[in-house]
């Protein structure tokens, strides 16, 4: 049965090319933003993954629709020891992984011990960049076929929601053992779709599971397409080349409003735009410099023009989504090229030229290269100097993740998080730098905040954890490692014939429900 999908799915992808007039009936095209790296979802961490990723797996549990609470998925239920350093997951018996192997507690084990113990076998099929969110993990035991138990270290606030993000997902032991570190290329998990066909830079094709435990879609294949010029996504879209496509580009976003032959969709989620500064060598090593940076952009005109007012200014790492885990109180930096200047003066910063590290397109990333213009040009007006390195998006992250000492004094950044905890864990703290598998590619160190969200991670009252990530959110602003730009709302354009099609506050793509009429 499964080759017939997939030939069927072949047929019909026959008929698809960038100018096609229509698309198949009952298969989804989505525009994507880029190439996928990998369909792994431990090795990978660019959401333009993870949106086919949340399609073809299952977590033990997922965010519950429109929200991010977490509800039982793969797990039927759960219990958590009263110290809270123990969790025991019941699964749900008879779902199989889409290649007839039976989903059960050593496959649960099996995903956690090939990502966090190095001494594991299938260690070697990584690396696993986004380790560290379940780094306070000690063991994960199958207690029996359908029961597992995750021991914790200490008390970890963000666990279960961290289960629900795309790492979590549960993949097929045997596919990891047959595929090795081609897996990626070979995804089997236990989802609403299963794998078909990767053709590089062209398209991956997933067709319905027909045996999908929490019933099958009405979709008989999606098409993810990666069409990394936002222009020709759009071109694409009133073309009838694709079905769906997200993050379009804020100025075309009136050639789908009001139009009956479209939808637009548009949710707020927890989203922050900024620029990563080096802050262990060159200018941005002085926090004169950094704080001058923020002050001189005008983030306002950036989120007015160039995003057409589908962004809000930044103020801090911890997005205001997150509102019960900040306050308001910490304000945007207002846009002061007097004081930038001064501060670059006074830093003995005046006249250097700085490097630039930018994104042609990539997940969250808005419009990156308009606004890096826009950027450069503010940086000239106060004395600093910005030659600009343009990148295709995973080269881009390979740059940008591995630390931008000795190539570059700043680099754009998106993340799009399911916690508060997520983006300063692994971008802020000392511990998490590139050379120890961490995201903090500016190298920035403040021992405060180090223990600030070391104690929030273990505190499970949510008001106290609040009052913790308040006071991250005040000391990094001052600090200024990073430049807060903007807090995106994130959109999407369909088809009428689309039905069923939400955005998610995750950014993820959620598909099994959406039939196309």
Same mark, same amino acid.
């Not at 660019?46 to 519950?64: P, Q």
């Not at 199989?96 to 001494?119: E, H, I, N, S, Y």
């Not at 707020?268 to 926090?287: C, M, Q, R, V, Y």
């Not at 700085?354 to 106060?382: C, E, H, N, R």
């Given at each position: 049965?499964?080759?017939?999908?997939?030939?069927?799915?072949?047929?019909?992808?026959?008929?698809?090319?960038?100018?096609?007039?229509?698309?198949?009936?009952?298969?989804?095209?989505?525009?994507?933003?880029?190439?996928?790296?990998?369909?792994?979802?431990?090795?990978?961490?660019?959401?333009?993954?993870?949106?086919?990723?949340?399609?073809?797996?299952?977590?033990?549990?997922?965010?519950?629709?429109?929200?991010?609470?977490?509800?039982?998925?793969?797990?039927?239920?759960?219990?958590?020891?009263?110290?809270?350093?123990?969790?025991?997951?019941?699964?749900?018996?008879?779902?199989?992984?889409?290649?007839?192997?039976?989903?059960?507690?050593?496959?649960?084990?099996?995903?956690?011990?090939?990502?966090?113990?190095?001494?594991?076998?299938?260690?070697?099929?990584?690396?696993?960049?986004?380790?560290?969110?379940? /780094?306070?993990?000690?063991?994960?035991?199958?207690?029996?076929?359908?029961?597992?138990?995750?021991?914790?270290?200490?008390?970890?606030?963000?666990?279960?929601?961290?289960?629900?993000?795309?790492? +979590?997902?549960?993949?097929?032991?045997?596919?990891?053992?047959?595929?090795?570190?081609?897996?990626?290329?070979?995804?089997?998990?236990?989802?609403?779709?299963?794998?078909?066909?990767?053709?590089?830079?062209?398209?991956?094709?997933?067709?319905?599971?027909?045996?999908?435990?929490?019933?099958?879609?009405?979709?008989?294949?999606?098409?993810?397409?990666?069409?990394?010029?936002?222009?020709?996504?759009?071109?694409?879209?009133?073309?009838?080349?694709?079905?769906?496509?997200?993050?379009?580009?804020?100025?075309?976003? /009136?050639?789908?409003?009001?139009?009956?032959?479209?939808?637009?969709?548009?949710?707020?989620?927890?989203?922050?735009?900024?620029?990563?500064?080096?802050?262990?060598?060159?200018?941005? /090593?002085?926090?004169?410099?950094?704080?001058?940076?923020?002050?001189?952009?005008?983030?306002?005109?950036?989120?007015?023009?160039?995003?057409?007012?589908?962004?809000?200014?930044?103020?801090?790492?911890?997005?205001?989504?997150?509102?019960?885990?900040?306050?308001?109180?910490?304000?945007?930096?207002?846009?002061?090229?007097?004081?930038?200047?001064?501060?670059?003066?006074?830093?003995?910063?005046? +006249?250097?030229?700085?490097?630039?590290?930018?994104?042609?397109?990539?997940?969250?990333?808005?419009?990156?290269?308009?606004?890096?213009?826009?950027?450069?040009?503010?940086?000239?007006?106060?004395?600093?100097?910005?030659?600009?390195?343009?990148?295709?998006?995973?080269?881009?992250?390979?740059?940008?993740?591995?630390?931008?000492? +000795?190539?570059?004094?700043?680099?754009?950044?998106?993340?799009?998080?399911?916690?508060?905890?997520?983006?300063?864990?692994?971008?802020?703290?000392?511990?998490?730098?590139?050379?120890?598998?961490?995201?903090?590619?500016?190298?920035?160190?403040?021992?405060?905040?180090?223990?600030?969200?070391?104690?929030?991670?273990?505190?499970?009252?949510?008001?106290?954890?609040?009052?913790?990530?308040?006071?991250?959110?005040?000391?990094?602003?001052?600090?200024?490692?990073?430049?807060?730009?903007?807090?995106?709302?994130?959109?999407?354009?369909?088809?009428?014939?689309?039905? +069923?099609?939400?955005?998610?506050?995750?950014?993820?793509?959620?598909?099994?429900?959406?039939?196309?009429?």
């Amino acid at each position: 049965m499964r080759w017939f999908f997939t030939v069927a799915a072949a047929f019909l992808l026959a008929l698809i090319g960038p100018a096609a007039a229509q698309t198949p009936p009952n298969v989804l095209i989505v525009g994507q933003i880029a190439e996928p790296k990998s369909l792994d979802p431990q090795a990978v961490t660019a959401t333009n993954d993870f949106r086919i990723l949340m399609n073809v797996y299952d977590g033990l549990v997922r965010f519950k629709k429109g929200t991010l609470e977490v509800e039982p998925a793969l797990a039927k239920s759960w219990d958590i020891s009263d110290d809270g350093t123990t969790y025991t997951f019941h699964l749900r018996e008879g779902v199989k992984f889409q290649d007839g192997t039976p989903f059960d507690a050593d496959a649960v084990k099996f995903t956690f011990d090939r990502m966090l113990d190095d001494k594991n076998p299938y260690h070697d099929t990584g690396p696993f960049p986004l380790a560290f969110f379940f /780094s306070q993990v000690d063991t994960v035991t199958a207690k029996d076929a359908h029961t597992v138990v995750f021991k914790l270290k200490q008390p970890f606030a963000p666990f279960l929601s961290n289960l629900a993000y795309p790492t +979590g997902l549960i993949v097929s032991p045997a596919a990891v053992k047959k595929w090795g570190k081609d897996f990626g290329r070979h995804p089997v998990g236990t989802g609403a779709f299963q794998f078909a066909e990767w053709d590089p830079n062209t398209k991956v094709v997933v067709t319905r599971n027909k045996d999908y435990w929490d019933g099958a879609p009405k979709l008989e294949a999606v098409v993810f397409r990666p069409i990394t010029d936002a222009n020709t996504r759009v071109a694409e879209m009133l073309s009838g080349g694709i079905d769906l496509m997200v993050e379009v580009p804020p100025d075309s976003l /009136s050639q789908f409003k009001g139009n009956a032959a479209y939808k637009v969709y548009e949710q707020a989620g927890p989203h922050l735009w900024f620029l990563i500064l080096n802050t262990k060598e060159g200018p941005f /090593s002085d926090k004169r410099v950094r704080q001058a940076v923020n002050y001189a952009i005008d983030k306002k005109a950036l989120v007015d023009d160039v995003l057409q007012g589908t962004a809000d200014v930044a103020a801090g790492p911890i997005p205001p989504a997150f509102g019960w885990a900040t306050d308001g109180s910490v304000k945007p930096y207002p846009y002061d090229p007097a004081k930038a200047k001064k501060l670059i003066r006074e830093a003995g910063a005046e +006249g250097k030229t700085v490097t630039f590290y930018v994104a042609q397109g990539g997940s969250g990333m808005l419009d990156p290269v308009a606004m890096a213009t826009a950027i450069q040009a503010d940086l000239k007006k106060v004395g600093l100097k910005v030659r600009i390195e343009t990148y295709e998006w995973n080269t881009f992250l390979a740059n940008v993740n591995s630390g931008l000492k +000795g190539k570059a004094d700043m680099a754009e950044m998106a993340w799009m998080t399911n916690d508060p905890d997520t983006l300063p864990f692994l971008a802020l703290r000392s511990d998490a730098m590139p050379k120890d598998g961490g995201f903090n590619s500016g190298y920035y160190s403040n021992p405060k905040v180090d223990k600030l969200l070391d104690e929030a991670r273990k505190t499970t009252d949510q008001a106290k954890r609040g009052k913790l990530y308040e006071q991250v959110q005040k000391i990094v602003h001052d600090d200024a490692p990073w430049a807060f730009i903007a807090n995106w709302k994130q959109n999407a354009v369909a088809t009428a014939a689309v039905k +069923g099609f939400e955005l998610e506050p995750s950014f993820l793509l959620i598909l099994k429900d959406v039939t196309k009429g």
